[in-house]
């Protein structure tokens, strides 16, 4: 019996030891205020005193109360790290865009009101969304380049379907019942999209230059689309806005195919000096898939 106590004695006394001198390396810098690590020193020193006086119950008693104190600290950390996370729960989400992704991720400051841009991940994909008072967003210059900043980064890295500018989701269960609705056609959107990214093309005649003829307008805007679009997978036509806007069309490329996309686009351009054309991108996808909240729930679009 006294044997068994004292080999007991020891490996509680051992962990005692091992558990502050793990808990002080993990966190880089000490858990405990100077008070508290005199005390815990002072418990291991009289443990192991006892241990060698052979009162082993005392050894034994002194080892859990080492073991306590070095418990409480850590458990009050794991317990401020919830409250965060219950705090941010309870907040609203600005919602950028979905991405085939199932782990969290921040993509650092670089959201609205510069605010931590990160995933909520859902299944196998995730929304991105950044923390924000419940608001009606401006349609502002900075605002939208913001909007865009953040799903210019996330491309980077990812398939994104992008959710409509300005739109806040009150917290993180709605959210969640969200992305439950939008699961299965979110999912088919991100393959048609996969490695994807959108540009924009249009055709603008000089101010010297009109042509009445509709059928004149509609053959040269044919001959402008047609080397194009042997390089987008979609094509997706815009309103006509202007009688000097010949051509106003969305191209779903392919990331590898950008470059040649653009010595098309360039090659067009030079080819017919009577008209000016506008090349932008590369965009999200917002004319091929986009999701839209309103009092509907969610609507999600695709082409």
Same mark, same amino acid.
């Given at each position: 019996?006294?044997?068994?106590?004292?080999?007991?004695?020891?490996?509680?006394?051992?962990?005692?030891?091992?558990?502050?001198?793990?808990?002080?390396?993990?966190?880089?810098?000490?858990?405990?205020?100077?008070?508290?690590?005199?005390?815990?020193?002072?418990?291991?020193?009289?443990?192991?005193?006892?241990?060698?006086?052979?009162?082993?119950?005392?050894?034994?008693?002194?080892?859990?109360?080492?073991?306590?104190?070095?418990?409480?600290?850590?458990?009050?950390?794991?317990?401020?790290?919830?409250? =965060? /996370?219950?705090?941010? #729960?309870?907040? &609203? +989400?600005?919602?950028?865009?979905?991405?085939?992704?199932? !782990?969290?991720?921040?993509?650092?400051?670089?959201?609205?009101?510069?605010?931590?841009?990160?995933?909520?991940?859902?299944?196998?994909?995730?929304?991105?969304?950044?923390?924000?008072?419940?608001?009606?967003?401006?349609?502002?210059?900075?605002?939208?380049?913001?909007?865009?900043?953040?799903?210019?980064?996330?491309?980077?890295?990812?398939?994104?379907?992008?959710?409509?500018?300005?739109?806040?989701?009150?917290? =993180? /269960?709605?959210?969640? #019942?969200?992305? &439950? +609705?939008?699961?299965?056609?979110?999912?088919?959107?991100? !393959?048609?999209?996969?490695?994807?990214?959108?540009?924009?093309?249009?055709?603008?005649?000089?101010?010297?230059?009109?042509?009445?003829?509709?059928?004149?307008?509609?053959?040269?805007?044919?001959?402008?689309?047609?080397?194009?679009?042997?390089?987008?997978?979609?094509?997706?036509?815009?309103?006509?806005?202007?009688?000097?806007?010949?051509?106003?069309?969305?191209?779903?490329?392919?990331?590898?195919?950008?470059?040649?996309?653009?010595?098309?686009?360039?090659?067009?351009?030079?080819?017919?000096?009577?008209?000016?054309?506008?090349?932008?991108?590369?965009?999200?996808?917002?004319?091929?898939?986009?999701?839209?909240?309103?009092?509907?729930?969610?609507?999600?679009?695709?082409?």
């Amino acid at each position: 019996m006294e044997e068994e106590k004292r080999e007991k004695a020891r490996e509680t006394i051992a962990t005692a030891r091992t558990a502050a001198e793990e808990d002080e390396e993990k966190q880089k810098v000490s858990l405990f205020v100077p008070e508290t690590a005199q005390k815990i020193m002072k418990s291991l020193a009289e443990a192991h005193k006892s241990f060698n006086s052979a009162d082993h119950d005392e050894g034994i008693r002194l080892s859990y109360e080492v073991k306590e104190i070095v418990e409480k600290p850590r458990l009050g950390a794991s317990g401020k790290v919830e409250e =965060e /996370r219950s705090r941010m #729960r309870e907040e &609203a +989400k600005y919602f950028y865009c979905i991405v085939p992704f199932s !782990k969290g991720k921040s993509f650092g400051n670089i959201g609205m009101n510069d605010n931590e841009v990160y995933t909520v991940p859902y299944g196998e994909i995730a929304a991105v969304v950044s923390d924000s008072p419940m608001k009606d967003y401006d349609f502002t210059e900075d605002n939208v380049r913001r909007h865009e900043a953040v799903l210019r980064r996330v491309m980077e890295d990812h398939a994104v379907v992008p959710v409509e500018f300005g739109t806040t989701i009150k917290n =993180e /269960r709605i959210l969640y #019942r969200l992305m &439950a +609705k939008a699961y299965n056609p979110a999912r088919e959107c991100l !393959k048609l999209v996969d490695n994807m990214v959108e540009l924009g093309v249009k055709a603008v005649l000089s101010e010297d230059i009109g042509f009445a003829d509709p059928g004149k307008r509609k053959e040269l805007a044919s001959d402008i689309l047609a080397p194009l679009n042997t390089k987008a997978k979609q094509t997706a036509m815009g309103e006509l806005f202007s009688d000097r806007l010949i051509l106003n069309a969305s191209f779903l490329v392919n990331k590898e195919d950008i470059d040649t996309f653009s010595e098309r686009a360039a090659e067009l351009q030079e080819k017919y000096s009577m008209l000016r054309l506008l090349y932008s991108g590369p965009w999200a996808p917002y004319n091929f898939v986009y999701i839209k909240i309103g009092a509907k729930g969610i609507e999600l679009s695709r082409k």
